[in-house]
């Protein structure tokens, strides 16, 4: 079965960096885009970035342009995202996503950002 398996989050100070990781299985990952998405407690889930099946073109929210860098290795079927500069308004559960079939998502990784 499809499973999207997210991991890195975790607790950062301001201004620093994770890089989380979305491990995918059961599809043909490399033909399919990559979105990450967020979701802060209390708000909607809200559009990060996405990579297409290549890697050759991303899209990102312009709240992270310039802080975040969406990337993926097909060899590995996994995709990333580097983020740095983290702000505490960056803190959230991240998700990943593939609009595979009827569209699948991971289950999350918690990203704190302290001031």
């Known amino acids: 079965q499809v499973q999207l398996v997210e991991s890195g989050g975790g607790l950062v100070q301001a201004g620093g960096s994770l890089r989380l990781s979305c491990a995918a299985s059961?599809?043909?990952?490399s033909y399919w885009y990559i979105k990450w998405y967020r979701q802060a407690p209390g708000k909607e889930r809200e559009?990060?970035?996405?990579?297409?099946?290549?890697?050759?073109?991303?899209s990102y929210a312009d709240s992270v342009k310039g802080r975040f860098t969406i990337s993926r290795d097909n060899a590995k079927n996994t995709a990333y995202l580097q983020m740095n500069s983290l702000k505490p308004e960056d803190a959230a559960t991240y998700y990943c996503?593939?609009?595979?079939?009827?569209?699948?998502w991971g289950q999350g990784t918690q990203v704190t950002v302290s001031s």
């Open positions: 996503y593939t609009n595979y079939g009827v569209g699948y």
């Open positions: 059961g599809f043909a990952f």
């Open positions: 559009f990060v970035a996405d990579i297409s099946w290549s890697g050759s073109r991303t």
